[in-house]
């Protein structure tokens, strides 16, 4: 029995809102959180504020499947219906076992939310929400059902009424209001339909079936058909506008055996599992993804090191920078895209705000490659999971046919933090190791959250929840498409229990949950506070799985260096400088070559320290080919020198110069001789290395002085950045601190709205007046409240000059103030008398 039962039926919203308790206040404000957006003043506001398109649009959108169709049906229903009518519309006349078992509590979700008042003699659906779901020409219903025939027969003429009453076999009555109702009792008979219906033509039977499902719309010629003729004598068909008829609801119904779907559906589809595996071999696959996920990132921040690709007019990275990201990191465009995105959305870059704007990274990266690796990946993980903007949207087009960038705007969907949280939530309500079917996934979630609108909003959901799922492996959340135990604890999630019907491991590819795996109930989205403390228990368990990084590597005879696993940091950022990566994986592979030595030479460091270097770090011999490569690119390193005229090169060696005079491969750098070592050049020093350096030459930077420049590699960074904030979508849910002060204050101002007040004989302050009083009578009424303790109305107007009626409880009177209990504001406040306009008892009762 609902709390609207056990008191007098409500007349209204705001009367219904005004019989629940407070934990039923609380549960609505929280599935609703706009309607405390600002706080109401009181349960009337309230009330109004929950009948808005705009929310009740916002609360039909959150509907699971099944509480949708619930809704639709009491649309289709009598205002108001009973609980008997409802459950025949949802379960038809063969009562379906399902559905008489979820529809309680499809109708206690829709109560909770305020769309359903009423006892379960009369249901009502809010006024908006019945609007919205009801059948219409222009929008018709989920079900299907088209008009009443009161509706359909509005515009009819009343003699055309009789004929059709006369026609179907029933007494011609004396106006058309009692006509359509005996039409519409004959409809509603089924043991009268069934033996009007057994007397049709089964062509005429046959436009019925293709009518009874929807659209109840038809169109017929001006001369019908003999089976169309035959449906509109009789009523079962009937004209809407000239050349359109339209099925009747009630006969729909009779012809559906009572059932406002085709197919309800009490019961979420089960999320069924595609393969299951070993939990430790989820855990290790997740983990070394993890990895792999931190050095992306880091090759792309590194890559971008000396100023990233220019940020384009409208913001966001050109498609061509985008295709070179994408082959510096070996991998596809749309990947690229997230792994870009992913660093943007953890603060690790940004653009640099100067004149040539470019992308970089922020001080915020140098400070998170201090951090242990679980820690690393947990800051990107959980900057995943929260962040609104969408990788998988870049390349798409946005509402003016723009294309949609990589960092650019445009890219934020606030649906998307929900659908990951609850996509992965799915994934640990199976059990350990079980990975599910994408398919299955979608469906579950088409079902917790069906589309009302355009199609293309329920597929940005369904494209959200498969980026989610392909992204969850990418970061080393899933692995193997299970969710693994660090993915399971950044979400929150508690470890599930063993499966009754085995391991995991023995789970095939379509099995179906058991009940018990299913989440029940789903696992809500986690506050700042939690989420932290989430994370760090993610980094705690994946830290174990990760392993050491190492200090040495594997030389070989081939010019290459083996790194069997993840090195240190000073290890990894000098060994990048004096070798190319050449292959990535467990194990990366480095290749030295003349390029790879003479940047390590710019750098500053001489021959000597190269070897000591190599020898200190490998664990084999340094080879006799790597060190005459060394030794070799040295022994040439500045033998040239190249400054700035606009840029000269000079040599001890003149035979030096007149060799690179005669090469043809010298023309564009426009070089002429200005004494035996020393050519000017039209280009510029930058230029003229490159040059020099292409055609197999070792020249160095020189300054004013003549002295080698060492060129360290200067790491261009932005200035202080925060990262994006994700586009919220609506209000944030409320905690329960919120919740209960503004029960509090919506209570206070219901009572202070309600408490009926004792009328003065002189008919002052009636209706939506102040109450007026002499400044003598205001102050003996007032303190005689303070003696006697009651409540008390009065007309206060503050510093600002607005008005407003409060109930006070006096407690003290002194020095031309009154400090009261303000029943208002539930709180105690001072009053300077001089502003009350007047007092005014509460009525006899309401003390």
Known sequence: MSTEETTAAPRSLAEALRARDDRSLAALLRSRPDLITPVPTDLTQLATRAATRASVVRALERLDRFALQTAEALAVAADPASYDDLLGLMAGDDRDPAVVAALPHALGTLREQALVWGGDDRLRLVRTARELLAPSPQHPSPT??????????????????????????????????????????????????????????????????????????????????????????????????????????????????????????????????????????????????????????????????????????????????????????????????????????????????????????????????????????????????????????????????????????????????????????????????????????????????????????????????????????????????????????????????????????????????????????????????????????AARLLAPLLPEPLDHVLLQADLTAV????????????????????????????????????????????????????????????????????????????????????????????????EILADKRAAGLGLRRLAPTVLAAQTGPAALLEGLRAMGFAPAAESAEGDVLIARAQAHRTPPRTAPEPVPDGPPVPDDTLLAAAIRAVRAGDLASTAPRRQPEDGAAAGGELPRTSPAETLATVQAAVLTGEAVWIGYVNAEGAASRRVIAPVRVEGGFVTAYDHTADEVRTYPLHRITGVAELADGDH
């Open 144 to 537: 299907g059902l088209g008009p009443t025939v009161q509706e359909a027969a509005a515009g009819m003429s009343p003699g055309r009424i009789q004929e059709i009453v006369a026609t179907a076999g029933l007494p011609s009555t004396h106006d058309a209001v009692s006509a359509v109702a005996a039409l519409t009792a004959l409809f509603t008979d089924r043991g009268r339909m069934a033996a009007l219906l057994a007397a049709a033509p089964a062509d005429s039977l046959d436009v019925l079936e293709r009518l009874v499902w929807g659209p109840p719309y038809g169109q017929v010629t001006p001369d019908p058909a003999a089976r169309l003729r035959w449906l509109l004598d009789r009523g079962l068909l009937l004209p809407t506008a000239p050349g359109t008829v339209v099925l009747p609801r009630e006969v729909a119904l009779h012809l559906r055996r009572g059932r406002a779907h085709r197919a309800p559906e009490p019961v979420p589809p089960p999320v069924e599992t595609a393969a299951g595996h070993s939990p430790r071999v989820v855990d290790a696959t997740a983990a070394g993804q993890a990895l792999t996920a931190l050095a992306t990132v880091e090759e792309l921040l590194k890559d971008w090191d000396e100023g990233g690709p220019a940020v384009l007019r409208a913001g966001g990275l050109s498609l061509r920078d985008l295709k070179r990201t994408a082959v510096a990191l070996d991998v596809s465009e749309p990947v690229a895209a997230f792994w870009a995105e992913l660093a943007y959305a953890a603060g690790l870059v940004a653009s640099d705000g100067e004149a040539d704007e470019r992308y970089a990274a922020t001080p915020a990266y140098d400070e998170w490659r201090e951090l242990p690796a679980a820690e690393r990946w947990a800051r990107l993980a959980t900057a995943w999971l929260t962040a609104t903007r969408t990788a998988g949207l870049v390349g798409g087009r946005d509402a003016k046919d723009r294309t949609l960038s990589a960092l650019g705007p445009g890219l934020d969907r606030s649906a998307a933090p929900e659908v990951r949280h609850r996509v992965l939530a799915l994934l640990a309500g199976l059990p350990q190791g079980a990975a599910p079917s994408a398919d299955s996934v979608l469906a579950r979630l088409r079902w917790e959250r069906p589309s009302r609108g355009p199609q293309k909003d329920d597929d940005l959901r369904g494209r959200l929840a498969r980026w989610a799922l392909s992204e969850a492996e990418l970061l080393g959340i899933t692995g193997r498409g299970a969710l693994s135990g660090h993915g399971r604890a950044l979400l929150g999630a508690p470890a599930p229990k063993a499966p009754e019907t085995g391991p995991a491991d023995t789970a095939g590819p379509g099995d179906k949950l058991p009940v018990h795996h299913r989440p029940a109930p789903p696992l809500a989205p986690l506050s700042p506070a939690e989420q932290a403390t989430a994370s760090a228990t």
């Open 563 to 658: 790194a069997p696993g993840p090195l240190r940091r000073p290890l990894a950022d000098v060994l990048g400088v004096l070798a190319d990566v050449e292959s990535k994986g467990g194990a990366t592979v480095y290749r030295f070559t003349p390029g790879s030595v003479r940047r390590a030479l710019d750098t500053g460091r001489t021959a000597a320290d190269l070897h000591a270097f190599l020898a200190a770090h490998s664990r084999t011999p340094v080879p006799q080919p790597l060190a005459y490569l060394i030794d070799d690119v040295a022994r040439r390193h500045g033998h040239l020198r190249v400054g700035a005229a606009s840029a000269y090169v000079r040599c001890d060696d003149d035979a030096v110069l007149s």
